[in-house]
């Protein structure tokens, strides 16, 4: 079990969290979701040292460190990193990571290096040279898929600007106009998705990737470039895309406000879609109560799955398996100025109901207190 402890960071007071497979945070603007995401995607990206880890710090533009600032991040009570007084402790363990970082990058030069002989080389040593390069290439392939495990990969909220930003990505530099780093990074990434995955299906739509160019098609001839279609389309491409892209390639996945700009149905079939692309650990920072009901719809069908084989069999047809989450690997919390509640019932599993009924209840009390103005009244 990992967790994570924050005292003092910035907005974030006391924070004390259970890391699962799957992970929940939801609360109200300004309640320092987004400064725990950036955080989470920091301390378990193990592919750092401690000067790289401060670094990321400004990248991410959460430097909120002070003399009171505590940040832990254990597994089974072995601490693993630990940030004070702006000094970072590595555990052992961590470090080994970061020598496996080391490695693969002394092995890529050494395979860089041997390319650039190849060329020029008479016949024999050529046969020589590409045989050892073969040798090399597949200790490359088989660290670098350990490597890109402990990467951990940030979405964020931003990617709604993707469809613009992409377009016109060389003017933005070029008029030296400042943009997030965070945003930036993952243009990269998405750029990298749209290369591998040319083609996806999503919400009742096709993306297609041609010569530069995203389009998505409403059926099979018509069809808008992505920058006109709806701005629910243009939110949810650039999660769907790299959601794929970084699925069995990253052990922690943390996504900012998946529901943005989505009709309630879609942001259903979002949070199915990320569950069953998930391998690892995915973390969803939400303000939506209808995130909160999906995942206990997926997490009450695995209970409910697990009672007995015609069960298991009937309920698989309505939610599949692999949208199905095991209660004992989720965690959810809410975040309310800095400090983090659980709110996974102990004897369920699943997320309280009155977290879910909170946004709800809010509503009912105001349009109660109105009609009972409007009784009062309606006679005068």
């Not at 460190?65 to 254990?74: A, F, H, P, Q, R």
């Not at 015609?310 to 599949?320: A, D, M, Q, R, V």
């Not at 199905?324 to 019932?345: C, L, R, T, W």
């Amino acid at each position: 079990m990992f967790t994570l402890t924050v005292k003092n960071f910035g907005v974030l007071k006391d924070i004390n969290i259970e890391i699962n497979k799957t992970n929940l945070f939801i609360g109200e603007n300004g309640s320092g979701k987004s400064v725990l995401a950036k955080l989470i995607t920091i301390v378990t990206d193990g592919l750092s040292n401690e000067k790289e880890i401060l670094k990321r710090f400004t990248t991410y533009e959460i430097e909120f460190m002070n003399k009171d600032t505590l940040i832990e991040y254990s597994e089974n009570n072995n601490l693993l990193l630990k940030i004070n007084n702006n000094k970072v402790f590595l555990s052992d363990i961590s470090k080994g990571i970061v020598d496996a970082h080391n490695e693969f990058s002394l092995i890529k030069n050494d395979y860089e290096e041997l390319m650039d002989k190849i060329n020029g080389l008479d016949i024999d040593s050529e046969k020589i040279a590409k045989k050892n390069h073969k040798k090399i290439g597949k200790k490359i392939i088989k660290i670098e898929k350990n490597y890109l495990l402990f990467q951990s990969k940030y979405i964020p909220a931003e990617r709604n600007l993707i469809s613009l930003f992409n377009q016109s990505l060389s003017n933005f530099i070029t008029s030296n106009i400042p943009l997030p780093k965070t945003l930036l990074e993952f243009s990269s990434q998405y750029n990298n998705a749209r290369n591998e995955i040319q083609e996806l299906d999503l919400l009742g739509v096709k993306f297609k990737s041609k010569n530069g160019q995203d389009n998505i098609y409403y059926n099979e001839n018509g069809f808008l470039p992505l920058e006109n279609s709806s701005s629910g389309i243009q939110t949810a491409l650039p999660l769907y895309l790299t959601m794929k892209y970084f699925s069995f390639k990253h052990r922690n996945i943390i996504i900012e406000e998946p529901e943005q700009n989505l009709y309630p149905k879609a942001q259903v079939d979002t949070i199915k879609y990320i569950i069953e692309n998930s391998s690892e650990n995915v973390y969803l920072m939400t303000h939506s109560p209808y995130v909160l009901s999906t995942l206990n719809i997926l997490l009450f069908a695995y209970k409910a799955s697990n009672k007995n084989d015609i069960l298991k069999e009937k309920i698989s047809k309505i939610i599949p398996e692999s949208q199905q989450i095991n209660p004992d690997e989720f965690s959810a919390y809410f975040i309310k100025n800095g400090v983090s509640e659980s709110i996974k019932g102990k004897s369920t599993g699943l997320i309280s109901e009155n977290a879910i009924d909170n946004v709800g209840d809010i509503i009912d009390d105001e349009f109660s207190e109105l009609m009972e103005i409007y009784r009062e009244f309606k006679n005068d």
